[in-house]
């Protein structure tokens, strides 16, 4: 049995947790906007679900590290979706540049009120 009926609302935490020791090996980036405000919500869960939501920035991989640094240097509030874009995009190259086991590049979204843009980023692939 999964553990997870319609009375009890499915949290990633709750379910990452319930799998611990395996097979769910991940750390899982939850980001969108307020249907009723359309302000940003971003968080993040760690191997077991615990869960880090925060107003600026969050992090996961293998690069963790990496990352940290670069979006604590290049991240400012209220950027535009350009600016946005470039943060993201900069910063995700150059931790993983960094990084022995990092590499091949990454996918960014953007989401905004009215769309959601998606590129794909190419790095070193050795």
């Known amino acids: ?3 997870i009926n319609a009375e009890w609302p ?3 935490g709750n379910f990452l947790y319930q799998r611990r020791f395996g097979p769910y090996f991940i750390e899982p980036v939850i980001a969108g906007l307020d249907p009723k405000t359309d302000e940003p919500f971003i968080a993040s869960t760690d191997l077991i679900g615990c869960p880090m939501v925060t107003d600026d920035f969050v992090v996961a991989g293998t690069c ?3 990352l940290y640094g670069m979006c604590e240097t290049l991240y400012k509030p209220d950027m535009q979706p350009d600016e ?3 943060c993201i995009s900069q910063s995700l190259l150059n931790a993983q540049d960094r990084d022995a086991y990092s590499g091949w590049g990454g996918v960014v979204y953007v989401i905004e009120p009215n769309k959601i ?3 794909e980023l190419k790095a070193r692939m050795d």
Do not use: I
Request: hydrophobic share 25%; charged share 35%; net charge positive.
């Open 1 to 3: 049995s999964s553990g």
């Open 10 to 12: 499915l949290r990633p």
């Open 117 to 119: 843009t998606k590129r």
């Open 64 to 66: 963790l590290e990496q």
């Open 84 to 86: 946005l874009f470039e």
